[in-house]
């Protein structure tokens, strides 16, 4: 399909990307926080719910479940945005580091769980409430910052994007539960998936004002 010519009757002046004001350094090192910051958080509302309701498959199936549909969801929200890519990012980081920090937070799980009975009921305001909506926040990054990639192919583009996202989810898995979680605990764990996030909000904010 071809690019309507500027000037062309019956048809609106190109629009420039807005790719050339970002670097694809910056763009992957976005999609790689994004994805070692979904699986981090998928692994601490584990670990946060095992002393509540256990770690039978019962619970945590049902758990990973939850996370995939509301990830799933996420990107099929982001492939249908179409502007402002990387204001919506910011948001959505700064929303999602909202969420780690605030839901998944020691106190706030345990308050949850005594105050809400039966157990299933603060599991569900947990995973439906903090973990789904983090997973659909940070979901839609690969789908909107794909549209500032500059391969040659669609293919190109989300492959490389795909990549960096699951590397990161490759490396979140392994740094937090083998290292940060047992060596600093889990809020140390909470922190360094709501400080990654809050880090690279300010690369975006600059970023979009350069355009």
Do not use: K
């Amino acid at each position: 399909m071809h690019a309507p010519v500027s000037g062309s009757p019956g048809t609106a002046p190109a629009v420039p990307s807005p790719a050339l004001s970002l670097s694809p350094a910056l763009l992957f090192l976005l999609v790689f926080v994004e994805g070692f910051v979904s699986l981090g958080a998928e692994i601490l509302a584990l670990r946060r719910l095992v002393p509540h309701v256990g770690s039978a498959i019962t619970v945590t199936a049902p758990t990973i479940a939850f996370f995939l549909l509301a990830l799933a969801l996420g990107y099929q929200a982001g492939g249908q945005v179409a502007g402002d890519y990387l204001a919506r990012v910011r948001r959505n980081f700064l929303l999602a580091a909202a969420l780690i920090a605030l839901g998944l937070a020691g106190p706030v799980v345990e308050l949850a769980f005594a105050r809400l009975q039966p157990a299933p009921v603060a599991w569900a305001v947990v995973v439906c409430g903090v973990l789904c909506p983090v997973a659909w926040l940070l979901g839609q990054t690969v789908p909107i910052l794909t549209n500032l990639l500059r391969h040659e192919r669609v293919g190109a583009r989300s492959g490389a994007a795909l990549y960096w996202s699951t590397l990161g989810s490759f490396l979140g898995a392994l740094t937090l539960s083998i290292g940060v979680m047992q060596w600093l605990g889990v809020g140390a764990a909470v922190l360094v998936c709501a400080g990654l996030l809050l880090t690279a909000v300010p690369a975006l904010g600059r970023a979009a004002g350069a355009r």
